[in-house]
């Protein structure tokens, strides 16, 4: 069931993270939203949109700006697409408890999606340009690299 893992993380009697309609929405391009998340340990939330929730990785040092910086980004469970707008502090006790706020937000488009490599072209206001995902299995099964690739 799409969003299960995220729903069983969390009390929506508690936090004020939106518990997802599950609605397919029709929207006008891909969106991508990057969150800068104040929780236990500081990270960033990309998330991409694809097939009616977002794809999420959590990115501890935050997406490279300049090519040739590879970042850690760990694969986490798919977030609703409503979760694209929440800003907010998850309150103390709750999953991910910290503050959450946009970093960027923006459309993009998929060049490439495929189990071990993602490609993307990030049409945001902080991030634009090409963007790759690869797995990277040596870490373990949820990690992958995260890069900007020369335009
Ligand atoms: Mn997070």
Avoid: C, N
């Avoid at 977030?79 to 503050?99: S, W």
């Avoid at 706020?101 to 340009?129: Q, T």
Wanted: without cysteine; glycine residues 10%.
């Amino acid at each position: 069931m799409p969003l299960e893992e995220y729903r069983k993380k969390r009390d929506f009697a508690a936090t004020s993270e939106p518990e997802g309609s599950g609605e397919k929405k029709k929207p006008v391009g891909k969106i991508f939203v990057v969150q800068e998340h104040h929780a236990s340990h500081l990270h960033y939330d990309l998330r991409l949109e694809r097939d009616g929730v977002l794809v999420s990785f959590a990115v501890p040092k935050g997406i490279p700006e300049k090519p040739g910086e590879k970042h850690l980004a760990v694969h986490v469970e798919d977030h609703p697409l409503e979760y694209a707008d929440f800003e907010g502090t998850i309150p103390e006790g709750e999953y991910g408890a910290g503050q959450v706020k946009i970093w960027d937000r923006g459309l993009y488009e998929p060049l490439y999606w495929k189990e071990d490599k993602i490609e993307v072209v990030m049409k945001g206001e902080r991030l634009a340009g090409r963007y790759v995902l690869v797995r990277f299995r040596r870490a373990g099964k949820d990690e992958w690299l995260l890069f900007r690739a020369k335009d």
